[in-house]
C-alpha cells in the first residue's frame, strides 16, 4: 500500500484548534495486526474491565493517489481491544467485502461512493452506474456467535469475533433477503420484558417507506435468532440512520428531507449528496409498538416533530402517557459539496448538534421540545442498562467551544435531571471519537464505571487509548497505539 502525501494546512483566521493535528488523522490504515499489547503511558487499566471494545471506521482512505470525497467512503476497518487481565492487545482488520477486495486487487477505486467518491474518468465513467458499494465501515456489534459490520443501506457482514476474519455476507440465517438494509443502529434492550434484546430495523424508502422492525434474542441457546418482525409503511420519503426504544415503543424521527436522484443517476454526486432539506416538509416521529410491550400489534402512530435534522438520539423513555426522547439536532442537514475538499471543511459554516429533549403526548398527539446543552456534541449514550428507561446521566463527544461547530475534542458527562457537567478535553491538539460507557459489573450506581475512547492524538501523529472513571471523568489510564485510526464511527463492548 502506498500514501500521497497530506496537502499543507494553515491555520484559518480564528480557529482554535491545528488543522494540520487534526487532519492529520486522515490517513490510511496501514497495517493489520493480531494481538498487539499497547504501550501504558500513563495510570492502570482496572482488572474488573474484562472484555473487548470493538470499533467500526474507514481505515482506507487513498487509493492510487486518488482520495476518497467524504472520509464516510473509506471501507470498513474494525479494531479490538481487548482488556485481559489488566493488558489491552489489538487486533485489526478490514472487512473483506467484495469492493475492497476488488479495489485491493487493482489498486484503484472500481465503485462509486455514497457520498461522492467517484471513480476516475469523470462524470463519463460514472454515469448510470448505480450499484451500491456497501463498504462495512458504520458500526460493529456482536449478535450470538458472529460479530456483525453494520452499513445501513445493505445486509451486514459477518466476522469472527477474535480474529476478525470475515466469514461473508450475512443474511443472519435467513432472515434477510439479498441485499436487503439493515441499519448500522441497533439497540439493547438491557431486558424490559425478561430477557435481553437487540431491537434493529431496515427501512425500505421511495414516495412511501416501508420500516421492518426486528428484534433478537442476545442471550441463552436462542441467542441471534429473530423474535419478532414488523413491517409499517409510512408516507413520504424516509431517511433513518437511528432510532430509539423504550419497553413499548420504537421511535423513529423522520427528517423534512427530500431525495433528487437525478445527479446521482447522471455521475455527477453521490447518492447521499443527493439529499437535501425540504423546505416545505414537516419532520415527524414515526412511533412503532414492539412486539413485547402492552400496545402489540397495534397501528403505528405519527406525531409532528421539531423543526431540524437528527442522525442520532440519546435515549427515550415512557412518562406518564408521554413518550420522552433525547436527539442531537441540526438546523439543517450537513453535507459536502462535490467541489469542496473535506479536510479544509468551514466548521463556523456547519451547524452544530444541539441535544434536545421532546415530550411526545400520545392521547393528544402533540409534542413539546426544549433544549438541553447547547455546546456541540455528538456520539452520545447512557449507561446500557438504563437504554429505555428515564436514565439520569449521560457521555457524550463535544467541540471545546461553547457555541457553533467544531472538532470533537472533548468528552461531557451530563446530568440530565441538574444540567451539572464534567468534562475531560484533549485540545488543542487531541480529537476524540466516540466514547463508550461500560458500567462496573454489578455496580447499581448509574455513573460507575469507565469511558472508553480511542482519540487521535495530534502531536504524536497516532492513536491513543484513553480510559476515563465514568462518574468524574478522572483519567484512569492512557495507552498508545502502534498504528494510527483515522477518526472513527460507532463501536461497541462485549463482557466477557
Ligand atoms: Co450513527
Known amino acids: 500500500m502506498r500514501t500521497s502525501a497530506l496537502k499543507p494546512f494553515s491555520k484559518k483566521a ?10 492529520s488523522a486522515y490517513c490510511n490504515v496501514e497495517k493489520e495486526l493480531e ?55 489489538l487486533t485489526n482488520r478490514f472487512v473483506r467485502t467484495i469492493a475492497w477486495q476488488e479495489e485491493e486487487k487493482e489498486q484503484k477505486f472500481l465503485y462509486r461512493g455514497v457520498f461522492g467518491t467517484q471513480k476516475e474518468g469523470g462524470f463519463l465513467s460514472n454515469a448510470f452506474d448505480l450499484r451500491l458499494k456497501n463498504i462495512a465501515n458504520t458500526h460493529v456489534v456482536k449478535l450470538g456467535d458472529r460479530l456483525l459490520a453494520l452499513w445501513e443501506a445493505s445486509s451486514p457482514h459477518a466476522l469472527d469475533p477474535e480474529s476478525l476474519k470475515t466469514i461473508g455476507l450475512s443474511n443472519l440465517n435467513g432472515v434477510l433477503k439479498p441485499g436487503e438494509a439493515f ?76 431525495f433528487n436522484p437525478f445527479p446521482f443517476i447522471v455521475g455527477k454526486k453521490g447518492a447521499a ?13 414515526l412511533l412503532i409498538p414492539r412486539d413485547s410491550g402492552s400496545f402489540a400489534g397495534e397501528e403505528s402512530r405519527t406525531i409532528n416533530a421539531p423543526d431540524g ?47 434536545k429533549s421532546c415530550k411526545l403526548n ?28 428515564n436514565a439520569r446521566y449521560s457521555w457524550m463527544a463535544i467541540a471545546e467551544q461553547k457555541s457553533g461547530n467544531g472538532p470533537l475534542q472533548a468528552i461531557k458527562k451530563l446530568d440530565l435531571f441538574n444540567s451539572k457537567e464534567e468534562i475531560w478535553s484533549c485540545a488543542p491538539r487531541g480529537f476524540v471519537s466516540e466514547p463508550l460507557m461500560i458500567p462496573k459489573p454489578a455496580s447499581s450506581n448509574e455513573d460507575e464505571g469507565w469511558v472508553v475512547c480511542l482519540i487521535w492524538n ?5 492513536t491513543d487509548l484513553i480510559i476515563l472513571k465514568a462518574h468524574d471523568l478522572s483519567e484512569q489510564a492512557i495507552l498508545e497505539l502502534p498504528i494510527g485510526f483515522p477518526h472513527g464511527l460507532h463501536g461497541s463492548w462485549v463482557a466477557n
Open 183 to 258: 441499519s448500522a443502529h441497533p439497540r439493547f434492550d438491557p431486558g424490559h420484558h425478561d430477557v435481553p434484546r437487540m431491537v434493529t430495523f431496515g427501512v425500505k424508502t421511495g414516495p412511501k417507506s416501508t420500516i421492518r422492525l426486528m428484534e433478537f434474542a442476545t442471550s441463552g441457546k436462542d441467542a441471534g435468532h429473530l423474535i419478532s418482525d414488523r413491517k409499517d409503511t409510512f408516507k413520504g420519503f424516509a431517511f433513518l440512520h437511528d432510532f430509539a426504544i423504550t419497553p413499548n415503543w420504537a421511535i423513529f424521527l423522520q427528517n423534512a428531507i427530500s
Open 35 to 89: 494481538e498487539q499489547e499497547l504501550k501504558l503511558i500513563k495510570g492502570t487499566i482496572p482488572k474488573e474491565l474484562s472484555g473487548y471494545f470493538y470499533r467500526n471506521g474507514p481505515g482506507r482512505l487513498e487509493r492510487d493517489g486518488q482520495w476518497v470525497h467524504h472520509p464516510f467512503d473509506g471501507d470498513g476497518m474494525i479494531a479490538a481491544l481487548r482488556f485481559h487481565n489488566g493488558k489491552v492487545t
Open 14 to 23: 480564528g480557529e482554535k484548534f491545528d488543522r494540520a493535528d487534526w487532519a
Open 273 to 285: 449528496q443527493c439529499l437535501s432539506s425540504d423546505p416545505k416538509g414537516r419532520a415527524k416521529f
Open 458 to 462: 495530534g502531536e504524536r501523529r497516532g
Open 309 to 355: 435534522f437528527v442522525f442520532h438520539h440519546l435515549n427515550a423513555w415512557e412518562e406518564d402517557k408521554t413518550l420522552r426522547i433525547n436527539s442531537i439536532y441540526y438546523k439543517d442537514f450537513p453535507t459536502i459539496g462535490p467541489e469542496e475538499d473535506f479536510r479544509e471543511i468551514n466548521f463556523d459554516l456547519l451547524p452544530e448538534g444541539i441535544l
Open 362 to 389: 400520545l392521547e393528544e398527539g402533540t409534542f413539546h421540545s426544549k433544549s438541553i446543552s447547547e455546546q456541540c456534541c455528538e456520539f452520545a449514550m447512557v449507561n446500557p442498562k438504563k437504554q429505555g428507561l
